[in-house]
């Protein structure tokens, strides 16, 4: 049997920590191997521990969610682990530092329990997840306060269609939405997001959706 993923709940409010690890444990698949409601703690837990990874509430006390997934998952972290960040909507500036800070996707916490599963699994096969309802809002509403840097020698390697579709998947399109606008199969496209990923040494979809904005590719 293939070992259940491991999973570390990180949130300060007790009752939401409680009902994300009932709802894990109460999956075959998954298991929860611990909890906290600090970020010096979920840094220190997840170290000692190595889940699979981490759930990470935004707003903690000792140390915040969004440092305590940079000292996990951040650039230069030898070992990172995956971060799903959960927040709620009038946290969402937050978010956009979080997903800076290495975390591999996000939530909000009102999200019902399957979706929160989907959002573990996802992240852990090594996938991107962002709330596709609120992706473009959250980051788009932020990238005004970002100075788009120069383009650089990676950017600039990437072909006409693989900034088409850096946009597209800036605007929150799944691999099906962008095969349909730009009329091509899910597996070409998967070809053009790999490719994307390679050229300009980013992780996944979010380090993605992060880049363009950075570089002022979407407005």
Not at 2 to 10: E, F, K, M, S
Not at 88 to 107: C, H, K, P, Q
Not at 185 to 200: D, F, G, W
């Amino acid at each position: 049997m293939t070992a259940p993923i491991r999973v570390l709940v990180c949130d300060d409010q007790a009752l939401i920590r409680t009902g994300f690890v009932t709802i894990i444990d109460a999956q075959p698949d998954l298991e929860a191997v611990g909890e906290c409601g600090d970020g010096r703690t979920a840094v220190d837990l997840a170290r000692r521990l190595r889940p699979d990874i981490v759930v990470m509430d935004v707003r903690m006390p000792v140390l915040d969610g969004i440092e305590a997934t940079r000292l996990l998952a951040g650039a230069g972290v030898a070992d990172p682990v995956k971060v799903l960040v959960v927040t709620t909507f009038n946290l969402d500036e937050y978010v956009y530092e979080a997903l800076r800070a290495g975390a591999s996707g996000f939530l909000l916490k009102d999200a019902p329990p399957a979706q929160l599963l989907h959002g573990i699994r996802t992240v852990t096969s090594g996938a991107a997840l962002l709330a596709p309802e609120v992706t473009r809002q959250l980051v788009g509403r932020y990238a005004s306060r970002i100075r788009p840097a120069r383009a650089t020698p990676d950017e600039t390697a990437l072909t006409p269609r693989e900034l088409e579709v850096l946009r597209l998947i800036a605007d929150g399109l799944s691999n099906s939405e962008i095969a349909a606008t730009l009329v091509i199969s899910q597996e070409t496209v998967k070809t053009y997001v790999s490719r994307i990923l390679t050229k300009l040494g980013l992780r996944d979809r979010v380090q993605a959706v992060v880049y363009a904005y950075r570089r002022g590719l979407v407005t």
